[in-house]
């Protein structure tokens, strides 16, 4: 696990900051000409930008192959104050390259996919102009990415963590002055304030984990950190434990777990490919990264894995109960991604970091599709809307008003759509197969894994998982019945229109990296590629057997699922206006999943409504009462006033004036006698010359 | 030989006459006229004091002065002819337009 300062010249690892400057390149070319370029031409930029890095990336691979061992590329010094000394260095092994390949590969396709979302999303807006900023922002988000997973130390990751966090704050904002239907309104710049806001809660975990890092061992950089933990363990354990648990409220705001999860549905806002890409595949999974990067740490107490293992589950499966109760097909995707997380936080923290990360890469490819065939489906009912609006010319009023709501991502709408949309309804039949867990697709390797070193170690967490493993099949079968199945239960979907190739090409691709993933790590001996490969990184892992009773369980369990939810859903489609079938058995349950446990509302009471109570004390009574009112006005323009009306009475008309009138009245009365004296008269002067010399030669001669 | 005393006692006369002249003539060229006079009684003590001294200073102070007596003859002749045209008249009481 230790890495050699291998020579960079060694294979293609001196290529690696590529991955930082493709994209960066990629953004430049973008910012500066792409009104010039035109729509395709800065797709393709983009696109072929975050192609490099993923060629790059695919290069360290192939290097890696060789010199499993990695190597830290050196680029440059960074700080160097006293004891401290953080280079600009790449990290480059088995654990990075993972990310790496996941982050530039899912987001090339991600990429490729934009060109023709963005084409049409920015006409349904009604604003071209902000395509080139879309995939700017994109690269940007790309860029920030690989610093955070390639970084050699805490600070560079932390660089790269804030970074995405501004790209993803950039992104949810992107049509910051309307709501997610198009109409004026700030609804999407709020939700992109939310994301900012929650994440700066996470980031001061993660700031006070560095400052403790740094204080007790004296370093960021990961060699020196991992070398040090062990021996502050034995003399202050609550360090360590302070340490893994302020990291973990990190995890919680990038990574979307309990408590601060609430940003991820408002970030629904965004367009879907930055849903995809960024709140699905790779920059949620940031947290999961940390954790398993700094196994290290949180491997030396079971306290700080018990804590993130518990965590983890908890949200998957509470995550997963709110996902039941939603209507938007991107929300119920949104609670589906924070299961999911909570899944691989709860196996990072359990100390199962292969199992961890094999999940965060099956996950990337199955979410992703999920997301973006999602988007293909709004896509393909904006265009039905679209069309069903130009056929029928002049509705009635009831009709118009109908349209001006009409949500294209609200599930209630769809219906139906897998004759209309075949190629959408496939890839998304297999992202669900590999979300819900069905052997032999991705998601059912990955999430056993889990939950067999779950049932191992942490038996309350297999526990937790299995309920949530069981929701998460049924929202999803929930979500297929009501969106491909069935009748249309609008126009919008009845008229809806399959996605061009430029859409549907990386959908087919995700689809088949969803079906065949889970083959990178088969859980029979002689296999474990992945693990092997981890290994590395992560030193020497144990592989436990594989349980047929836990895989026999799981998989009963969604199947149990897929059927309750075939039985509840689709044997009597649901028809246009009928309440969700649920609502009635569950009751206030229901009430509860479908309103999120109204955990927005109870932040709102406990912390944003005294935050602004607290905020309107600080402007009114504090600012403008005390400090404009009083202070300013009262004491130091009346303070002001009254030295200035002191200077200008005693001291400028009552000294200096006088002193300078009895000057100037002197020197005029002075003037005034000295004027007699020019008679006018020579004879005169002349007898004062005669005088005067008289005078002086009478003082000479008698002195 | 005439004791210098004489001579001194006869160029304070004449500085007197000359200075007597200046204050109370009314005429510029008089005036003049009693100027010169004066440097002439001035000049007349100095060749008084040379024989006395037996040096020769006096009697270069002597051609300095009369030097710039010419000199003043040649400027005041020339500001009294030129007043003279602009009034007709070189009387000095009449002079007085810089009274204060």
């Known amino acids: ?703 | 030989m005439v004791p210098v005393s004489y001579y001194l006692i006869l160029s304070a006369i004449l500085f007197s006459l000359g200075a007597l002249g200046v204050l109370m003539r009314r005429n510029a060229l008089v005036i003049f006229m009693s100027i010169e006079l004066m440097l002439n009684a001035a000049n007349l003590a100095f060749v008084a004091f040379t024989r006395v001294h037996e040096t020769f200073s006096g009697q270069i102070f002597v051609f300095f002065v009369m030097a710039v007596a010419a000199a003043e003859v040649a400027v005041g002749l020339a500001l009294i002819v030129t007043i003279y045209r602009s009034r007709q008249s070189v009387d000095i009481d009449q002079l007085s337009s810089l009274k204060g």
Do not use: C
């Open chain 1, 1 to 703: 696990m230790l890495l050699n300062e291998a020579n960079p010249a060694t294979g293609f690892f001196g290529l690696v900051p590529w991955i930082v400057f493709a994209p960066v390149i990629g953004l430049l070319i973008n910012a500066f000409f792409g009104k010039r370029l035109g729509e395709t031409g800065v797709g393709l930029v983009a696109s072929l930008a975050a192609g490099a890095a993923f060629l790059v990336s695919v290069l360290q691979a192939v290097s890696l192959a060789q010199h499993p061992e990695g190597a830290i590329v050196k680029l440059g010094e960074w700080i160097h104050i006293g004891q401290l000394a953080l280079d600009w260095a790449f990290r480059v092994d088995t654990l990075s390259v993972t990310m790496m390949l996941v982050v530039s590969g899912v987001g090339t396709l991600i990429h490729i996919y934009a060109i023709g979302y963005m084409r049409e999303d920015v006409r349904f807006k009604n604003d071209p102009a902000r395509f080139p900023r879309f995939f700017v922002f994109l690269n940007l988000f790309i860029a920030a990415m690989m610093i955070l997973v390639s970084g050699d130390n805490y600070l560079m990751l932390f660089v790269g963590w804030e970074g995405v966090g501004l790209a993803s704050f950039l992104l949810i904002g992107f049509w910051y002055d309307m709501d997610t239907l198009g109409r004026p309104s700030w609804a999407n710049s709020n939700a992109a304030k939310k994301a900012f806001i929650t994440n700066r809660v996470g980031d001061f975990g993660f700031l006070i984990a560095g400052f403790l890092m740094f204080w007790y061992l004296g370093s960021f950089q990961f060699d020196a950190v991992f070398a040090g933990a062990p021996g502050l363990a034995k003399l202050h354990p609550e360090i360590i434990l302070l340490m893994t648990v302020f990291m973990l409220i990190g995890v919680a705001g990038k990574s979307a777990q309990i408590p601060l999860y609430v940003w991820l549905p408002d970030a629904m806002a965004g367009p879907t490919p930055v849903s995809a890409l960024i709140h699905a595949a790779t920059m949620v999974t940031a947290g999961v990264y940390l954790i398993a990067r700094s196994a290290p740490i949180f491997g030396l107490l079971h306290d700080s894995q018990y804590i993130v293992a518990t965590v983890g589950a908890v949200t998957a499966l509470f995550a997963a109960t709110i996902a039941v109760g939603q209507y938007d097909i991107k929300k119920v995707l949104a609670y589906s991604t924070i299961s999911q997380l909570g899944f691989m936080v709860a196996a990072v923290g359990m100390g199962a970091y292969v199992a961890g990360m094999f999940h965060l890469v099956t996950h990337a490819f199955f979410k992703a599709l999920l997301f973006l065939g999602a988007g293909s489906v709004i896509l393909g009912l904006e265009r039905g809307h679209h069309h069903a609006a130009h056929h029928h010319g002049h509705g009635s009023h009831a009709e118009n008003h109908h349209e001006e709501t009409f949500d294209p991502g609200d599930m209630r709408n769809m219906g139906g759509l897998r004759k209309t949309m075949p190629v959408t309804f496939w890839v998304y039949m297999v992202g669900t197969l590999a979300l819900g867990g069905i052997f032999p697709f991705a998601g059912f390797w990955s999430k056993d894994e889990i939950l067999l070193d779950a049932s191992l170690h942490f038996p309350h967490v297999y526990w937790i998982l299995s309920a949530a493993a069981f929701l998460t099949a049924f929202y999803m079968g929930r979500q297929v019945w009501m969106v491909f199945f069935g009748k249309a239960r609008h126009e919008a979907a009845e008229h809806a229109e399959e996605s061009p190739l430029v859409i549907t090409i990386p959908l087919i691709i995700l689809a088949a990296l969803s079906a065949l993933g889970g083959f990178i790590n088969l859980p029979f001996k002689g296999f474990h590629q992945f693990g092997h490969w981890l290994e590395h990184t992560l030193g020497a892992i144990e592989f436990p057997p594989f349980s047929l009773a836990v895989a026999g369980v799981s998989t009963l369990l969604a199947l149990g699922a897929i059927a309750l939810s075939w039985l509840l859903y689709q044997r009597k489609p649901l028809e246009h206006g009928q309440a969700d079938p649920l609502a009635k058995p569950l009751g206030l349950l229901f009430v509860g999943m479908e309103n999120k446990w109204f955990i927005d509302e109870a932040y709102q009471f406990l912390f944003v409504q005294p935050y602004h109570a607290l905020a309107g004390f600080l402007a009114q009574k504090v600012d403008w009462d005390f400090w404009h009112e009083w202070f300013h006005d009262s004491v130091l323009v009346q303070g002001f006033v009254g030295l200035a009306r002191f200077l200008a009475n005693p001291v400028d008309l009552g000294l200096i004036d006088r002193v300078s009138y009895w000057l100037s009245d002197a020197i005029r009365a002075s003037a005034e006698g000295l004027r007699k004296l020019q008679t006018g008269f020579v004879r005169s002067y002349a007898l004062s010359v005669v005088l005067g010399v008289a005078a002086i030669l009478g003082y000479l001669l008698l002195k």
